[in-house]
C-alpha cells in the first residue's frame, strides 16, 4: 500500500480556502453598501455562482491530479456533473436573511449566517464534484475525507472511517435521471450533467464553515491524515463501543410472501429502541467530552 503524506493536499486546500475568502469578501461588500434583502435574494446567483464553478473546476482539475499521482490506467478524464443550482442561491440568500424584512438592509447577524452558508455550498459543491467523478471513474475508486486541523467531532467521526471505496459497476446503481453510465460513455460523454448520488447521499454532511477536503484514493493507496486523525479513530472505536454495549440487534419482521412489514432495530436492556440517529449523537458526545472538540 502506498500512503500518500497529507501535505499533497495543502495546494488543492489553499485554492478552497481563497475561493471562500473571495465569497466573505463579495458579501461584505453587498452588506457594506447597504444591500437589501430583497435586492440579495434576486442576484445571489450571479454574485456566487461563479466562484461555485470555480470551486467545481478546481475539483475536477484536482481529482486528475490525483489519478496522475496515484499512477491510475486508464484514460477516464473527470468533468464537472452539475453547476449549484440558481435556486440554492436564492434559498441561501433568503434563509440567511430571514430575520430582516425584503426592503430593510441586511445585518450582521445575516451576514454570519449567509458566510456560513456559503461555506457550506462551496464545500459541498467541490464533494459532490470529486465524489461524482469517483463513482463513474473506470477504475476502482473511492474516497477519504480529509479534515481540518482544530476540525469539530462530527467531522473527526466521518474521516475516522478512512476510505470508502466504490465501484464502476455498483456506480450504475447510483447516477441519477434514470441513465445509466454505459449508455451514456457510448454517446462518447462522461456523465456530464449527470448529478451523482452525491457526497450527501453517500452518507456524508456538512456544516457552516466547514473546512474538509476529499481525496479520490484508488484501492492499494490511502492518505496520511492529520496527526490527530489515529486519535480520532481510536475515540470514535471506543464510543461507539461503550455506545452499542448491552444493545441486542432485533430484525425487521417479513409477511408470508417474505416482504418487509417492520423494520430491524437495535433495543437496549430495558427494551427501548435506539435509532441510528440517537446513537450517533451519543458517539458524537462521548468523542467531544474525551477529545475536548466543539
Not at 499533497?8 to 458579501?27: P, S, W
Amino acid at each position: 500500500m502506498t500512503v500518500f503524506p497529507i501535505e499533497v493536499t495543502q495546494g488543492f486546500r489553499l485554492v478552497q480556502e481563497e475561493i471562500r475568502r473571495e465569497a466573505y469578501a463579495r458579501l461584505s461588500q453587498l452588506v457594506a453598501a447597504g444591500i437589501t434583502r430583497e435586492q440579495l435574494i434576486d442576484i445571489a446567483p450571479e454574485i456566487f455562482g461563479p466562484l461555485g464553478d470555480l470551486m467545481i473546476t478546481a475539483s475536477v482539475k484536482w481529482y486528475d491530479e490525483l489519478r496522475e499521482l496515484q499512477e491510475v490506467s486508464g484514460s477516464f478524464v473527470a468533468e464537472p456533473l452539475e453547476s449549484v443550482s440558481r435556486s440554492r442561491w436564492h434559498s441561501l440568500a433568503g434563509y440567511g436573511t430571514s430575520s430582516v424584512a425584503l426592503d430593510e438592509a441586511v445585518d450582521a447577524d445575516a451576514f454570519g449566517r449567509i458566510a456560513g452558508g456559503l461555506t457550506w455550498v462551496l464545500t459541498e459543491a467541490s464533494f459532490d464534484t470529486i465524489i461524482g467523478n469517483a463513482e463513474i471513474d473506470t477504475t476502482p475508486v473511492g474516497y477519504q475525507r480529509v479534515p481540518s486541523a482544530g476540525c469539530c467531532a462530527f467531522c473527526a467521526m466521518l474521516a475516522s472511517r478512512g476510505a470508502a471505496y466504490g465501484s464502476y459497476e455498483s456506480a450504475k446503481t447510483v447516477v441519477g435521471r434514470g441513465t445509466e453510465i454505459p449508455k451514456v460513455r457510448r454517446r462518447g460523454g462522461q456523465a456530464k450533467g449527470i448529478r451523482p448520488r452525491g457526497s450527501r447521499r453517500l452518507g456524508d454532511s456538512f456544516h457552516d464553515y466547514c473546512r474538509c477536503t476529499v481525496v479520490a484514493v484508488h484501492e492499494g493507496n490511502s492518505f496520511k491524515l492529520e496527526q490527530d486523525a489515529d486519535r480520532y479513530y481510536e475515540q470514535y472505536s471506543e464510543s461507539a463501543k461503550k455506545v452499542s454495549e448491552g444493545q441486542e440487534w432485533i430484525p425487521g419482521e417479513r409477511d408470508a410472501d417474505g416482504n418487509r412489514t417492520t423494520k430491524g432495530r437495535w433495543v437496549d436492556a430495558d427494551g427501548k429502541t435506539r435509532s441510528d440517529k440517537e446513537k450517533k449523537q451519543q458517539i458524537l458526545a462521548s468523542m467531544r467530552s474525551e477529545l475536548g472538540m466543539r
